[in-house]
């Protein structure tokens, strides 16, 4: 070989390597002694800031090299703010990582101030946040009941909010005679009106359930569980969840208060919005053009944190269960769905919710 | 009942939870002196290091902190005239004109006593009130809540100041401002033209920590003299024995404080904001001399002071009694319970009493150990007062500037904060009460959803006369507002006093400040016009409806009074001249300059760059200062943003254009 080949051979691999940022035999220490920094689209002290929080501790550890993660709140924009600087701003070079509550709903709906697109943003791995429905005892006291009681209260933050989209397509699907009560700031608001007797109907986080509605509705007879929402499998059918293998899953409850499958056009619509809004709603992505390598040790760690028996043991102190992980693959499907809108499902949704608002 | 009381009193005083709740109160102070972080976010760095750790130790440490942010808080109040945290805003009312006048180390041994008395008494009167305690919170549904937070900004817009008018419309336009960014009931973003800055809100603390605190620093740069305009006139241990005595003195205002602060505070999600505010209002409407409010009278420390940190332990029944957390500080300590596998509920007043008591009593030591502290470095804090002026503005600017900056790390919090800072002194120069717009804005949002909500669930009009708690704090409104009518309640300054909270007269600074809210008003309602859903225009027309015509009598009065103004004067611009230079005009301009020059640079380098700048530029010009000081101020200024703010808070700071 001769030298001019030689060194040009050597120029075009440095030249390589200066684009990718790191060598297969450098991925071990790629992060050694560095920071990564986490960003999360909530406040201080949120769920989400938390949950981050929390997950990042065991992250950490995860990743060859054992970088340190730092956690910064970037709120703003409905959430939309910390998705946009991951897409537009950020460094993409693995040390900088959106880990948020997603903006899945607000995707669908291209609603204002959401600049970035997921599809195009490196799937890490994400977390599913299970939420389930109960009513109150003082009007509808077996799930039978719910079919037969006019004029029931369901209680929600706003109309584009994932569980009042989730909460109204499950009841219109089952037919329910209710009232939608929109404007509470947040679940716990709405649990304490549903204490006091203000509105009958909740979808709550399943976190919330196990640690509030549980013990001081449920328990005390003042309340039942209806159903939880599903998650979707890879061949695009609900499962039940294990996690909430106390509650039935949505399509379990409606066979059993109407004797056959759900069906119609607003569980076809519940069906699509599912796995788009409700399957992952804490996910971790890269900025667009993150080296491949450096995404794939992102991604190995992530998962491995979550089949750590601490992280496990943690998480069902902090929830009371295991948030039930979401794969990369899964994820970046998901991701690109959300953009696979045809403009019957945008018209059906752009009504549905107009209709309440 | 008392054995549970004791079996707590024994689980707080259980090796080592004393320790961690010393820790706590140590951070607590840290937390609740610095503007700007609050007691949510020392909790939310604090809890993951709870998880590993026992049941009693973890909540000694979170309590200890919770609990006394509220007593250090006052100390920036005090100080400053700058809020250390959303409980303590009414205390800078007459906190700093004490400062002002030399009394600092009164108004601390005052709020230190209280705060001691106040997070005892909201203890025990908690503990004899437990059997009613889920009667009375059941009792207050979302149209209660709705009038609970008119009741509050009446009274406050009413008290505060000369004019009811300016009183009441500046909260209507506080309360515009809060519908600024996504509606809840629909879903529809209002008012944000297009900036995704504004598609959440106005952040309350950059609104809070401009509006209040850079009017003051521009008054201490302009006028060149030390917080304190007179010398001290005795010992800091003299003035705060002094403030205890007051305490003596109105001991039945800070009992009655004490109940308003626990039981106004057990009401979740209310509580906390409004409870400084109604018992200031009470302080004021139950005395009989009123002409010292907002001109440092101690009972306007006293007040707000007591019911703040009475209010802490009325606020944790809900979170652990209900699961239901009223504000982000008790969501964190119900999530700091369920981790310690504790399940929030009746067993928390049954079975797990003492541990709630203990929860309670911590609480209670907390505050008389801060209290102690707190009393006994106030002997060397109050000093700052007579320090120049010129070397505390710089300092404790970068404060208030990453204070604001904590709302959501966005260049946005700054102009929020200038904006409102230029706003918050053209109100003060002319005459406009700036406490009611604070209020509005902290309850503006609770205010539309408690009113959409009641009128979705009880219909459009009957929950107004069909439910009795209602109809009493009508009766209540209807009374404050008929007794301000006939001035029967509303402090007056003396005549020749314009240093009380909207007490200035200076019709010709007033009328531009009637003319902006005149011009939000009218571009608000045109913008209204064109909304589509009647949910998303409700609120906004339901103020306007208000405020419109409001503003249009305040416009016919300015213009009158600065046509006598005129009269008055050789001519046109002589009065023009003559008001100018009443209000500083020219050297208040040129500090907002000296900070819009520090923006420019923070976009060019960066903060870590244009605050040590601003600094070092400010000292060697308006403090005349040699260059080894603003040096040495300016490296240690360049220090605290590095390690306290980027290192310990991490926060992220603004990417410059040189530096990324």
Redesign the interface.
């Known amino acids: 070989m001769s030298t001019g080949r030689i060194f040009s051979l050597l120029l075009t691999a440095s030249v390589l390597l200066s684009v990718t940022g790191i060598t297969p035999q450098a991925q071990d220490d790629y992060f050694e002694g560095e920071t990564i920094t986490v960003y999360v689209g909530r406040t201080p002290g949120s769920g989400g800031d938390l949950a981050a929080r929390m997950f990042s501790r065991f992250w950490q550890e995860k990743i060859p090299g054992e970088p340190t993660m730092v956690v910064r709140n970037m709120p703003g924009g409905g959430g939309a703010r910390v998705f946009n600087y991951g897409a537009e701003v950020a460094d993409a070079d693995g040390k900088h990582v959106i880990f948020s509550p997603t903006a899945g709903i607000e995707a669908v709906l291209q609603t204002p101030g959401l600049r970035a697109n997921f599809s195009e943003m490196p799937f890490i791995g994400g977390l599913m946040s299970p939420n389930m429905a109960y009513v109150r005892t003082e009007k509808v006291t077996t799930p039978e009941d719910l079919l037969a009681t006019a004029n029931l209260r369901f209680g929600g933050n706003s109309p584009i909010a994932r569980m009042d989209l989730l909460g109204r397509l499950a009841l219109d699907t089952l037919g329910v005679d209710y009232q939608y009560v929109t404007g509470f700031q947040g679940g716990a608001d709405i649990f304490n009106a549903a204490r006091r007797g203000e509105v009958d109907i909740q979808v709550a986080s399943l976190g919330q359930y196990r640690f509030s509605i549980e013990p001081t509705l449920v328990e005390q007879g003042l309340a039942i569980p209806l159903w939880h929402n599903p998650g979707t499998g890879p061949d695009g059918e609900p499962y039940a969840l294990d996690v909430a293998s106390d509650i039935p899953s949505f399509e379990e409850f409606y066979e059993r208060v109407r004797g056959e499958p759900p069906s119609g056009p607003e569980y076809e619509m519940l069906r699509w919005v599912m796995p788009r809004v409700n399957d992952i709603v804490y996910a971790a992505m890269a900025p667009p053009g993150t080296p491949h390598e450096v995404v794939e040790i992102l991604r190995e760690s992530f998962a491995a944190v979550t089949e750590d028996p601490a992280y496990q043991e943690e998480a069902r102190k902090m929830y009371g269960f295991v948030l039930p992980p979401v794969g990369a693959e899964q994820g970046t499907q998901l991701m690109q769905s959300l953009y696979d809108v045809t403009p019957e499902v945008s018209a059906f949704l752009t009504e549905y919710i107009d209709q309440v608002r | 009942m008392i054995e549970s009381m004791l079996e707590g009193l024994a689980l707080a005083f259980s090796w080592p939870s004393p320790l961690y709740l010393l820790l706590g109160i140590f951070m607590g102070i840290w937390i609740g002196a610095v503007p700007g972080l609050g007691g949510?976010?020392g909790?939310?760095?604090m809890?993951?290091f709870t998880?590993g750790m026992d049941t009693a130790p973890a909540f000694a440490l979170l309590l200890g902190m919770y609990a006394v942010t509220s007593t250090a808080d006052s100390i920036s109040s005090i100080m400053f005239g700058i809020p250390g945290t959303v409980a303590s805003q009414a205390t800078i009312l007459d906190g700093y004109p004490l400062a002002k006048q030399g009394q600092a180390a009164r108004a601390f041994g005052a709020a230190y006593t209280v705060s001691a008395f106040g997070g005892v008494v909201g203890a025990l009167l908690l503990a004899v009130s437990l059997p009613i305690i889920l009667p009375f919170i059941?009792a207050f549904?979302?149209p209660e809540f709705f009038m609970l937070s008119v009741l509050g900004l009446t009274m406050v817009g009413v008290l505060s100041g000369r004019s009811l008018l300016k009183g009441i419309a500046v909260a209507c336009f506080g309360l515009l401002l809060t519908t600024v960014g996504?509606a809840?009931?629909?879903?529809?973003?209002r008012f944000?033209f297009?900036v995704?800055?504004l598609?959440?809100g106005l952040p309350l603390i950059p609104i809070v920590l401009g509006l209040f605190g850079i009017p003051e620093l521009m008054e201490l740069a302009v006028k060149g003299t030390s917080i304190s305009r007179v010398a001290p006139k005795d010992s800091g241990a003299a003035g705060i024995l002094q403030g205890m005595k007051d305490v003596l003195t109105h001991r039945w205002l800070t009992i009655r404080s004490a109940l308003i602060g626990t039981y106004v505070g057990m009401l979740?999600?209310l509580g906390a904001t409004i409870v400084d505010w109604i018992a200031y209002g009470h302080a004021v409407q139950s005395a009989k001399d009123k002409s010292k409010f907002g001109n440092g009278d101690i009972r306007g420390v006293i007040a707000p002071e007591t019911a703040n940190n009475a209010h802490k332990a009325g606020a944790l029944i809900p979170t652990v009694a209900?699961?239901?957390?009223g504000s982000?500080?008790t969501?964190?300590l119900?999530?700091a319970l369920?981790?310690?596998?504790l399940?929030?509920?009746?067993?928390m007043l049954t079975f797990d009493l003492p541990l709630t008591f203990s929860m309670v009593w911590e609480i209670a030591i907390a505050n008389v150990i801060a209290a102690g502290l707190l009393l006994y470095f106030a002997r060397q804090i109050y000093k700052i007062a007579f320090v120049p002026g010129h070397l505390i503005v710089p300092g404790v600017m970068t404060v208030l500037l990453m204070g604001a900056w904590i709302a959501?790390?966005?260049i946005g919090d700054w102009w929020v904060a200038l904006a409102m800072g230029t706003v918050g002194y053209l109100m003060k120069q002319g005459g406009w009460p700036r406490p009611p717009l604070i209020l509005a804005l902290v309850l503006g949002?609770?205010m539309?959803?408690n009113y959409?909500?009641s009128t979705?669930?009880y219909g459009q009009y009957a929950w107004l006369y069909s439910r009795p708690i209602v109809v009493i704090i009508e009766l209540l409104i209807l009374i404050t507002i008929i007794l301000a009518l006939y001035g029967v309640i509303k402090p007056k300054p003396k005549e020749d006093s314009e240093a009380g909270e909207g007490a200035a007269i200076n019709p010709l600074i007033s009328l531009p400040v009637t003319l902006v809210i005149a011009a939000v008003f009218a571009v608000a309602f045109w913008i209204t016009l064109g909304f589509?859903?009647r949910?998303?225009a409700q609120f906004p027309n339901a103020i306007l409806a208000i405020g419109l015509p409001l503003i249009a009598m305040i416009l016919i009065k300015d213009f009158v009074a600065s046509g006598q103004t005129v009269r008055e004067s050789a001519s046109f611009f002589a009065a023009w001249r003559s008001a100018i230079r009443k209000a500083e005009l020219p050297a208040s301009l040129a500090f907002i300059g000296f900070l819009l020059a520090m923006f420019g640079l923070t976009y060019v380098a960066g903060q870590l760059v244009a605050l040590p700048a601003f600094v070092a530029a400010y000292l060697m010009t308006w403090g005349s200062y040699r260059w080894p000081v603003a040096l040495a101020y300016a490296a240690a200024t360049a220090f605290l943003l590095w390690a306290f703010y980027g290192e310990l808070m991490?926060?992220?700071f603004h990417?410059s254009l040189l530096f990324g």
Not at chain 2, 184 to 189: K, L
Not at chain 2, 338 to 341: D, R, S
Not at chain 2, 343 to 347: N, S, T, V
Request: net charge negative.
């Open positions: 949510a976010v909790l939310a760095l809890l993951p998880f059941n549904g979302v996504y809840d009931a629909t879903g529809v973003p944000y297009g995704n800055y598609l959440d979740p999600g209900f699961g239901i957390p982000i500080g969501a964190i119900l999530g369920v981790i310690q596998g399940r929030p509920g009746p067993d959501t790390n966005s949002a609770l539309e959803n959409q909500l979705q669930i589509e859903q949910a998303t991490n926060l992220l990417r």
